[in-house]
């Protein structure tokens, strides 16, 4: 007689699963390494969503500072604006506006305090069709009221100098001048404009430190900018597609253009934020893979405690592969079962932290955009979950399971 098949196999290991054990220390440390990789598993889950919801917070409120598209030479800082054909882009179907900016690093001094930083001049219906004055957190969005110009500042940048909107005390912006003859005498070789502070904005991004907003015209004066931009920023329709238009664009525009979507003008950090995710999944599926190990002992001293039935089994017919199969799905089990527990009080946990905002950021919470921990749950990551324990549970069981043959050889003699 030959007992076959994986049914049998999974039915005596779910037997054994819940069978009373003759030595107590196996259901200890069976109820160990479920506990560990309910934890594990739970704490896997909730890191990663928790970093979905930063990353989502940080890509949105990039989103709400970059233009959809950003259109720059390649070669060279600024372009005429007479020779870009801006009206035939802003005819396009899918376009909702162009805009012609103007941006460079200047020197800002207020009151006694300075520091660089990236003055960027925009039209003035700007802020509204991007979004930046839905971003403000001090002050008002105003860039130009009769002949006075005012500046809005990064969150960052205002802390920095000690900002006071209050206070009638000038931003004083310093740029050189573009025929410059000497540097060491500031009174011919660079421009100087005062710029009135209206607003301060926060992003939680780094262009909380390094920008300031005004009116284009008032950067084409103090940057000698007359009738030129630096880029052409494109705002699209709701339902447009990004990659075809940029690519129309490239098609209309030519090589020398450099025309660029929201996540290729962050390039760099959406590629670090990738890679942290990376890391915080390899360091806690290391974690899983630890607190899995004490598998081995449980599946050990099953083995052991079972040689009586595995002697049965195989002469009445079970081979080998067939008794080495049983103990590693009763390896699996034990992994899936705090694995699945696990997944199960995570998703819990995170969706009470969505509802309720449980958990915050700290003491001093009410001084961000949100004062709790975002989370964003991704299907993804419940599968990437589920497979690397799933992989850990078939190597943990295997290393115990794979000297099953030599009780085999010692009980057929």
């Given at each position: 007689m030959k007992i076959k098949g994986l049914n049998t196999a999974f039915f005596i290991a779910w037997r054994y699963l819940f069978s009373k054990k003759k030595h107590n220390i196996i259901n200890i440390i069976s109820s160990i390494s479920t506990l560990g990789i309910i934890v594990s598993s739970a704490g896997l889950i909730i890191v990663l969503s928790v970093f979905n919801g930063m990353e989502r917070l940080v890509i949105d409120n990039f989103n709400t500072f970059n233009a959809d598209l950003k259109i720059e030479l390649k070669e060279g800082k600024s372009f005429a604006v007479s020779e870009f054909p801006k009206k035939q882009i802003a005819d396009m179907e899918a376009v909702r506006a162009v805009h012609e900016v103007v941006s460079d690093m200047v020197l800002l001094t207020y009151k006694e305090e300075q520091t660089l930083i990236s003055l960027k001049g925009v039209e003035a219906n700007y802020g509204t069709d991007n979004n930046i004055d839905s971003i403000m957190i001090d002050g008002d969005y105003l860039l130009q009221q009769d002949s006075l110009h005012y500046g809005i500042i990064g969150a960052i940048a205002a802390g920095n100098i000690r900002l006071n909107l209050r206070s009638i005390e000038p931003f004083k912006l310093y740029y050189p001048k573009r025929n410059r003859k000497n540097l060491s005498n500031t009174a011919t070789s660079f421009e100087t404009q005062l710029l009135q502070p209206a607003g301060v904005f926060m992003t939680c991004t780094e262009y909380d430190e390094h920008?300031?907003?005004?009116?284009?015209?008032?950067?084409?004066?103090?940057?000698?900018?007359?009738?030129?931009?630096?880029?052409?920023?494109?705002?699209l329709q709701p339902d447009a597609s990004v990659d075809k238009l940029q690519a129309q664009i490239a098609q209309l525009l030519g090589d020398k253009w450099r025309i660029q979507n929201r996540f290729q003008?962050?390039?760099?950090?959406?590629?670090?934020?990738?890679?942290?995710?990376?890391?915080?999944?390899?360091?806690?599926?290391?974690?899983?893979?630890?607190?899995?190990?004490?598998?081995?002992?449980?599946?050990?001293?099953?083995?052991?405690?079972?040689?009586?039935?595995?002697?049965?089994?195989?002469?009445?017919?079970?081979?080998?592969?067939?008794?080495?199969?049983?103990?590693?799905?009763?390896?699996?089990?034990?992994?899936?079962?705090?694995?699945?527990?696990?997944?199960?009080?995570?998703?819990?946990?995170?969706?009470?932290?969505?509802?309720?905002?449980?958990?915050?950021?700290?003491?001093?919470?009410?001084?961000?955009?949100?004062?709790?921990?975002?989370?964003?749950?991704q299907a993804t990551d419940f599968v990437i979950i589920f497979c690397t324990l799933f992989i850990i549970s078939i190597i943990v069981s295997w290393i115990p399971v794979r000297q099953i043959k030599i009780n085999i050889k010692n009980l057929n003699r």
């Open positions: 920008y300031l907003f005004c009116s284009i015209d008032f950067v084409r004066t103090l940057m000698d900018y007359d009738g030129e931009c630096t880029s052409m920023e494109v705002l003008q962050e390039e760099t950090l959406f590629k670090t934020m990738k890679s942290e995710k990376l890391i915080i999944y390899i360091i806690l599926s290391f974690i899983m893979l630890v607190a899995a190990f004490n598998i081995i002992g449980t599946l050990g001293m099953l083995i052991v405690e079972k040689k009586r039935d595995i002697n049965i089994l195989y002469n009445i017919g079970a081979n080998r592969s067939l008794i080495q199969r049983i103990f590693l799905i009763e390896g699996m089990l034990v992994s899936f079962a705090g694995g699945i527990l696990g997944l199960i009080i995570g998703f819990i946990i995170c969706i009470l932290q969505v509802l309720f905002h449980i958990v915050k950021l700290g003491p001093k919470s009410n001084s961000y955009i949100i004062n709790y921990y975002p989370v964003e749950m």
